[in-house]
Nanobody, 125 residues
């Protein structure tokens, strides 16, 4: 059984930064990729960014490229999402998720088997 817990959400103003972290409690499941997704009110959940656990290779959605950065701390079993130059349209519940195998695209949420409960990020104008 795998448990993911996000923390670091909150409310900030446009242009400010926020850092999210996700703690990974794993038993028996291999970590191939860790992803961040978000869901705004009235919208479907969308991909934000991801990182390969082994070599740190990252992938980002076009909407956050250059502003957000995904990183991981292997020893601490954490994945982070550094969000800079935040915009009101970044407001959403942010989820971390675990992809256990290399099969499928890293930006496809259907490839992720374990999910955190989410943390709210609100960006005001």
């Amino acid at each position: 059984q795998v448990q993911l817990v996000e923390f670091g959400g909150g409310s900030v103003q446009s242009g400010e930064s926020l850092r999210l972290s996700c703690s990974i409690a794993e038993r028996a499941t291999t970590i191939y990729n860790m992803g961040w997704f978000r869901q705004a009110p009235g919208k479907e959940r969308e991909f934000v960014g991801s990182i390969r656990w082994r070599d740190g290779t990252t992938t980002y959605a076009d909407s956050v490229k250059g502003r957000f950065r995904v990183s991981r701390d292997i020893a601490a079993r954490r994945v982070n999402l550094q969000m800079n130059s935040l915009k009101p349209e970044d407001t959403a519940v942010y989820y971390c998720a675990l992809k256990p195998a290399f099969d499928g695209s890293d930006d496809d949420q259907k490839q992720y088997s374990y999910w955190g409960r989410g943390t709210q990020v609100t960006v005001t104008s």
